[in-house]
């Protein structure tokens, strides 16, 4: 049972199925959504079922999907071989035949991606005040434990020799390895490090930040991309294995390290040059012939292939052209679906050669507080097929006490996500940030 993805709802008791395709119940608030949108049983050719109160009978599945512009209430049974991400899957009493069927041709793989993982200032100081390291990551943990693999953007450095900055506003983040716990603790599997304050920083650390922080990584045997000792090993994929299916990761900095998009806040953009070199330490940086080259090389090896770019315009919430054009190139490269990250709040994706490019998750674990944008997040629900991506969520974490995340309740996930589809539509609409 599917309906558009703009019903901030997963999944209904089994005895509100018939009722909702008979048009018996007339809104979704009904049934548990957190906002009012009237009901529009559907019917697709081949699939219809007895009782069903057709707006209109669809001749298949895309036609159900394009419908959606106009019919957000929609809702039908489509035949599990044809679902993908473009709709949202209800499940029916807890089950959700979607994420637990794979086969041995396509077998079932879940991926998720949360946000900036920001390890300084107030991050760092509750994590000592309550002499508890995991502390942050606690609220999160068995939600996030339950996915075969999940990423995050480690947006600092971990260092035991680094001094904390005296300023309590600084930009310079840091905090203990000890904090490598706590994402083992939450189930994450690796970190990108391609990011605007691995290397870049108020203190005059140069590039010790950044190799403590690999160093420390390394000792916990704790994977990470994105950044490395030399411009080869932050050009490298990281690569692992779920349920026979292999699956890369590419991280590239297009903040400190873009190498082709002039500086300027506006197009969010650092002079600043926090790439790595042959034989320097540093950043994976935003070259788009270099990145397509490694998305081309990565799928050769990788059943899926994942990158995942930090850049954008702080607190903006659409990306800017140059990284829409570079997502949809890595598309066309062979990336099997596209992640970007950097602005502290949430934007929108869009559906490119049929394959989602999702923008920025916003933050995770960071102690901006002064609104609601920068102080909640998105954990991206990702369910794959084989290679193909047939689920699209997003989860909703509001940040709590400067440091700690959790999952929203019904109404701040509704209040999210519409902050999403405008940003969606908006990119649709031919709007840049």
Same mark, same amino acid.
């Given at each position: 049972?599917?309906?558009?993805?703009?019903?901030?709802?997963?999944?209904?008791?089994?005895?509100?199925?018939?009722?909702?395709?008979?048009?018996?119940?007339?809104?979704?608030?009904?049934?548990?959504?957190?906002? #009012?949108?009237?009901?529009?049983?559907?019917?697709?050719?081949?699939?219809?079922? @007895?009782?069903?109160?057709?707006?209109?009978? %669809?001749?298949?599945?895309?036609?159900?999907?394009?419908? =959606?512009?106009?019919?957000?209430?929609?809702?039908?049974?489509?035949?599990?071989?044809?679902?993908? /991400?473009?709709?949202?899957? =209800?499940? %029916?009493?807890?089950?959700? %035949?979607?994420?637990?069927?794979?086969?041995?041709?396509? $077998?079932?793989?879940?991926?998720?991606?949360?946000?900036?993982?920001?390890?300084?200032?107030?991050?760092?100081?509750?994590?000592?005040?309550?002499? +508890?390291?995991?502390?942050?990551?606690? @609220?999160?943990?068995?939600?996030? #434990?339950?996915? !075969? &693999?999940?990423?995050?953007?480690?947006?600092?450095? &971990?260092?035991?020799?680094?001094?904390? $900055?005296?300023?309590?506003?600084?930009? #310079?983040?840091?905090?203990?390895?000890?904090?490598?716990?706590?994402?083992?603790?939450?189930?994450?599997?690796?970190?990108? &490090?391609?990011?605007?304050?691995?290397? /870049?920083? @108020?203190?005059?650390?140069?590039?010790?930040?950044?190799? !403590?922080?690999?160093?420390?990584? +390394?000792?916990?045997?704790?994977?990470?991309?994105?950044?490395?000792?030399?411009?080869?090993?932050?050009?490298?994929?990281?690569?692992?294995?779920?349920?026979?299916?292999?699956?890369? &990761?590419?991280?590239?900095?297009?903040?400190?390290?873009?190498?082709?998009?002039?500086?300027?806040?506006?197009?969010?953009?650092?002079?600043?040059?926090?790439?790595?070199?042959?034989?320097?330490?540093?950043?994976?940086?935003?070259?788009? #012939?270099?990145? =397509?080259? +490694?998305?081309?090389?990565?799928?050769?090896?990788?059943?899926?292939?994942? $990158?995942?770019?930090?850049?954008?315009?702080?607190?903006?919430?659409?990306?800017?052209?140059?990284?829409? +054009?570079?997502?949809?190139?890595?598309?066309?490269?062979?990336?099997?679906?596209?992640?970007?990250?950097?602005?502290?709040?949430?934007?929108?994706?869009?559906?490119?050669?049929?394959?989602?490019?999702?923008?920025?998750?916003?933050?995770?674990? /960071?102690?901006?507080?002064?609104?609601?944008?920068?102080?909640?997040?998105?954990?991206?629900?990702?369910?794959?097929?084989?290679?193909?991506?047939?689920?699209?969520?997003?989860?909703?974490?509001?940040?709590?006490?400067?440091?700690?995340?959790?999952?929203?309740? !019904?109404?701040?996930?509704?209040?999210?996500?519409?902050?999403?589809?405008?940003?969606?539509?908006? %990119?649709?609409?031919?709007?840049?940030?």
């Amino acid at each position: 049972m599917v309906s558009s993805p703009r019903v901030p709802l997963f999944g209904i008791g089994a005895e509100q199925m018939q009722p909702l395709l008979a048009g018996e119940i007339k809104d979704w608030r009904e049934v548990g959504a957190a906002m #009012s949108l009237p009901v529009e049983p559907m019917a697709i050719e081949g699939s219809e079922m @007895e009782g069903t109160a057709r707006a209109s009978t %669809l001749p298949d599945y895309d036609a159900f999907v394009s419908g =959606l512009v106009d019919h957000p209430g929609a809702v039908t049974v489509a035949p599990l071989e044809a679902i993908d /991400f473009r709709v949202n899957v =209800l499940s %029916l009493d807890g089950h959700d %035949l979607l994420r637990s069927t794979g086969t041995g041709a396509e $077998p079932l793989v879940r991926i998720a991606f949360v946000g900036d993982i920001v390890p300084g200032r107030n991050v760092h100081y509750k994590m000592v005040e309550y002499n +508890d390291f995991q502390r942050p990551f606690r @609220e999160i943990a068995a939600h996030l #434990s339950a996915y !075969d &693999l999940t990423i995050a953007n480690l947006e600092g450095n &971990l260092s035991a020799s680094l001094p904390q $900055p005296a300023d309590a506003n600084t930009y #310079s983040f840091v905090s203990d390895p000890a904090m490598i716990d706590g994402f083992k603790l939450a189930g994450i599997d690796a970190v990108t &490090l391609a990011n605007n304050h691995s290397v /870049f920083n @108020e203190e005059g650390w140069g590039t010790q930040g950044l190799t !403590d922080t690999m160093d420390a990584l +390394d000792a916990a045997d704790f994977p990470f991309f994105g950044a490395g000792r030399n411009l080869a090993e932050a050009r490298r994929a990281w690569t692992t294995e779920i349920n026979g299916m292999r699956i890369a &990761l590419i991280g590239v900095d297009a903040v400190t390290s873009n190498y082709e998009v002039e500086p300027g806040a506006e197009r969010g953009v650092v002079n600043f040059d926090a790439g790595a070199g042959e034989e320097s330490p540093g950043n994976n940086p935003w070259v788009t #012939s270099q990145f =397509l080259d +490694d998305i081309a090389a990565a799928k050769q090896d990788a059943d899926i292939v994942i $990158p995942y770019f930090h850049g954008g315009v702080e607190y903006v919430a659409i990306p800017p052209k140059w990284l829409v +054009d570079g997502a949809r190139a890595a598309i066309n490269a062979g990336a099997t679906l596209v992640v970007t990250n950097h602005p502290h709040v949430i934007q929108g994706m869009e559906v490119y050669q049929d394959r989602p490019i999702v923008y920025s998750p916003g933050n995770f674990i /960071f102690d901006q507080m002064f609104s609601v944008e920068v102080r909640s997040g998105m954990v991206l629900d990702l369910t794959l097929r084989g290679d193909r991506v047939v689920g699209l969520r997003c989860h909703g974490v509001e940040i709590m006490d400067f440091h700690q995340p959790r999952l929203m309740t !019904d109404g701040e996930q509704a209040g999210l996500m519409d902050r999403f589809w405008r940003s969606t539509d908006r %990119l649709a609409g031919g709007e840049y940030g």
